[in-house]
């Protein structure tokens, strides 16, 4: 593992205990936290297949 990989790592660990600190913050109940992350998921679940069947994504 190189020295990139592994800062790379670290940031993303810090970037997820900041966003979890910020949904914790607003505290919501587990059902509302979930009905939020499912939504936030076909968002851009259906953008990526939008991008994906028009073309645009990147070239294969």
């Not at 990989?5 to 919501?28: D, Y």
């Not at 936030?40 to 259906?46: D, H, K, S, V």
Request: hydrophobic share 65%; glycine share 14%; proline share 2%.
């Amino acid at each position: 593992m190189s020295e990139g990989a592994i800062i790379s790592i670290v940031a993303l660990i810090g970037w997820l205990i900041l966003a979890g600190s910020a949904l914790a913050s607003f505290r919501l109940g587990w059902s509302r936290i979930l009905q939020l992350s499912l939504i936030w998921l076909a968002i851009f679940g259906g953008l990526y297949l939008l991008v994906d069947l028009l073309g645009a994504g990147l070239p294969r």
